[in-house]
């Protein structure tokens, strides 16, 4: 159940090591030697989480797919044009594709919206609006 949260890994020069988040726990983090220890960390940290807001009633997020959707997208994005179509800030929706999120319920349907494509292959991009793709 818990893999249906990605995790997103990137290097530490600071650290010399790997750091895992679970995007759509704002705080839930890992740490290791290579990609699949800080996974594994942050999944053995959610676990723990998890278990805490079961007991107290707590509702789980959703998943967040439009994080991994932009992540995909963004080389060939123009962040300004795609942030004041979906009616947000450029520097906010910059800053939540490179944390990982979260976004509103809200700014995910926006977002959404916006990017309405068919998933797969060389179709994923033939709906994006050409007004939000970069000149190569």
Do not use: H, W
């Amino acid at each position: 159940m818990l893999q249906r949260y990605s995790a997103v890994v990137s290097f530490s020069e600071e650290d010399g090591g790997y750091l895992a988040r679970i995007p759509a726990f704002r705080y839930c983090t890992g740490f290791g030697d290579t990609p699949e220890d800080a996974i594994k960390q942050a999944y053995d940290g959610l676990a723990g989480i998890v278990e805490v807001m079961k007991q107290d009633g707590v509702e789980l997020p959703e998943p967040e797919s439009i994080v991994c959707e932009l992540r995909m997208l963004k080389p060939i994005l123009k962040i300004t044009q795609l942030a004041n179509l979906a009616g947000m800030k450029p520097s906010t929706l910059s800053s939540k594709i490179e944390r990982g999120g979260p976004f509103s319920a809200e700014e995910s349907a926006r977002l959404k919206s916006v990017l309405s494509y068919s998933v797969g292959g060389s179709e994923a991009l033939k709906a994006v609006p050409k007004a939000i793709l970069a000149k190569k």
